[in-house]
Nanobody, 125 residues
Framework: QVQLVESGGGLVQAGGSLRLSCAAS????????MGWFRQAPGQEREFLAR????????HYADSVRGRFTISRDSAKNTVYLQMNRLKPEDTAVYYC??????????????????WGQGTQVTVSS
């Protein structure tokens, strides 16, 4: 069992930056691939980024590649999403998720076993 708690969301102007954190409970955190998703009102949950358990491989959605960076600190049981050059269309609830299998690119919601409660990010124009 893994419990995930996101933090770091808030209101920011377009062009600004935020760093989201996802703190995980459980001693097996280092075994999970981790992902970040977001969901805007009326839209499906969207894949953003993924990092393998070893941190050697990362994947990004085209919409955020070059602006967002995923990283993890296994000593702190925490995964991060650094978001730069934010745009109004980045406004959404952001979720972290844990994948026990670590297989594939991890772009599908169904591949993840555990989810956090989400943190709101609002980007003003």
């Amino acid at each position: 069992q893994v419990q995930l708690v996101e933090s770091g969301g808030g209101l920011v102007q377009a062009g600004g930056s935020l760093r989201l954190s996802c703190a995980a409970s459980g001693r097996t955190f280092s075994m999970y691939a981790m992902g970040w998703f977001r969901q805007a009102p009326g839209q499906e949950r969207e894949f953003l980024a993924r990092i393998t358990s070893s941190s050697r491989i990362t994947h990004y959605a085209d919409s955020v590649r070059g602006r967002f960076t995923i990283s993890r600190d296994s000593a702190k049981n925490t995964v991060y999403l650094q978001m730069n050059r934010l745009k109004p269309e980045d406004t959404a609830v952001y979720y972290c998720a844990a994948d026990s299998t670590g297989r594939g690119l991890g772009r599908l919601v169904s591949q993840y076993d555990y989810w956090g409660q989400g943190t709101q990010v609002t980007v003003s124009s």
